[in-house]
Every structure is written in structure tokens, then in C-alpha cells.
């Protein structure tokens, strides 16, 4: 894949997720809230902002790669996917399924995620 639909490919998949996760606050606050107790709901809220969060970071890391080209940054967006489906997706499900047990996938999600960020950083300090 070239330089130019990496980045592309990574705008739009941030761009989806960061809509996805209005789309599911708005969900969780007028459809959720009658039918959620309040734990579950904040589990919900959890989900939908972390998933915000990365799917901005993964808009970030598209400018980055244009920003930085030499630098292989696309790999911190794609653990960004990866970590986004595991932490969100996970917390979606105990919230909506009740089924607990999909929490001890969550902190996997959550490393993930992390690693996405030091990963981003250490690269593009090295640019300098």
C-alpha cells in the first residue's frame, strides 16, 4: 500500500470511528438510560470515549505519516484499530450482554492502546 493510501485509509477509518462514537453516546444517553442500570451505563459512556479518543488519535496518526514520512508511523494507527476493537468492543459487550467475563479483555484492549501511543511518540521523537 502506498505512503498516500496508508494515510487516507487511516483518516477515514478515525473519521468513521469518532462518528461511530457520537453515534453510540447519543444511543447510550436517550435509548440506554431506561434500560441500562447505572453501572452498565458507565461502562457504555466508557467505551463511546475511549473510542472517540481513538478514533481522533487515529486521525492524528494519519497526519503524522504525512508529517513524517520516513518515520513507519502507520503502525501505531493499526494497533489503534486493534485496541479500539478489544477495549471499546469488549466494554460494549458487558455492557449491553452482561456477560462479565468479556472484561478481562478489556486490559488487553487497554496495553494495546498504550503501546499505539509510545510507539507513535518514540518515533516521532526520534525525528528530531
Excluded at 6 to 18: H, K, M, P, Q
Excluded at 22 to 35: E, M, N, P, S, T
Aim: with cysteine; charged share 15%.
Amino acid at each position: 500500500m502506498s505512503r498516500k493510501s496508508d494515510t487516507s485509509l487511516l483518516l477515514a477509518l478515525g473519521s468513521f470511528i469518532a462518528g461511530f462514537a457520537i453515534a453510540g453516546g447519543a444511543f447510550g444517553a436517550h435509548f440506554l438510560k431506561d434500560v441500562l442500570d447505572p453501572s452498565m451505563l458507565a461502562v457504555f459512556d466508557t467505551a463511546t470515549r475511549y473510542q472517540m479518543y481513538h478514533g481522533l488519535g487515529l486521525c492524528v496518526v494519519a497526519w503524522a505519516v504525512d508529517r513524517y514520512p520516513e518515520k513507519r508511523l502507520e503502525p501505531s494507527g493499526w494497533l489503534f484499530l486493534v485496541g479500539i476493537m478489544l477495549f471499546s468492543g469488549s466494554l460494549y459487550g458487558v455492557s449491553l450482554t452482561g456477560m462479565r467475563w468479556l472484561g478481562a479483555v478489556t486490559p488487553i484492549g487497554g496495553v494495546i492502546l498504550l503501546v499505539g501511543w509510545f510507539l507513535l511518540g518514540y518515533r516521532v521523537w526520534r525525528t528530531r
